[in-house]
């Protein structure tokens, strides 16, 4: 399996959340102090390491902060930051919950699974406050169509963990002639300025919504302390 996840990661680009978590350039790979809102601390999602699940291989990116380009991928579940149209329209929140700017803050693992598994678990901060308006019902199927090279493809609305203090959502999502991989998007909206996620790219035959489920509800718990 490891092979045709390498090869899709080659055409179409690696996923959304790993992007925005570990990608390295002069603007953004020195560490910075994080700021703390309310006793919510995007730093402590590293004491996560213990919590992947068995044979998985982890590295830990520390805060930094985002610049501009960076940023308009995070929350982006399937448009890593470029522009997507979605079918319902009203559904678009799902695929990309909220805004953020330059200055945004954002930690991350990520991990390599036995089976070429690629999985992160990130957390960003943004400077300004964002609104939580994900619906918490339907969007049970939506089309996208994004820019090349990621093409067109479905998203179907899991069933996410129920976390206190958040509002969470579940996607899983295809790119149309794809071979044979899906990718798991968990995330959960921490007040105003916090989004906790969780992605894999996998086989799609794997079945990890449960892992990926506490992978999600550990991370919020270490972000806020709980």
Known sequence: MGSRIAAFVVA????????????QSPQSAAPTTTVKTADYDISRLETLKDKFPQGYTT?????RRLDTRQAEGVGDVVGY????????QACAVLLKPIRAGAGTESVAFRADGPSGQQLSVAAQQTTEPFSVDVPSAGCDRVSFA????????????LIAPAIAGAASAAVKSRVDGGPGVVDYTYY?????RIIVSVHERTDENSRPQQDLSDLLTHAVAAVTGK
């Open 12 to 23: 179409g680009s690696t996923a959304v959340f790993a992007v925005v978590g570990c990608s």
């Open 59 to 63: 590295q830990w990116f520390p805060v």
């Open 81 to 88: 930051g470029d522009p997507v149209t979605v079918d319902p």
């Open 146 to 157: 994004a820019e090349d090279p990621r093409g067109s493809g479905t998203a179907e609305r």
């Open 188 to 192: 959960a909206l921490v007040g105003n």
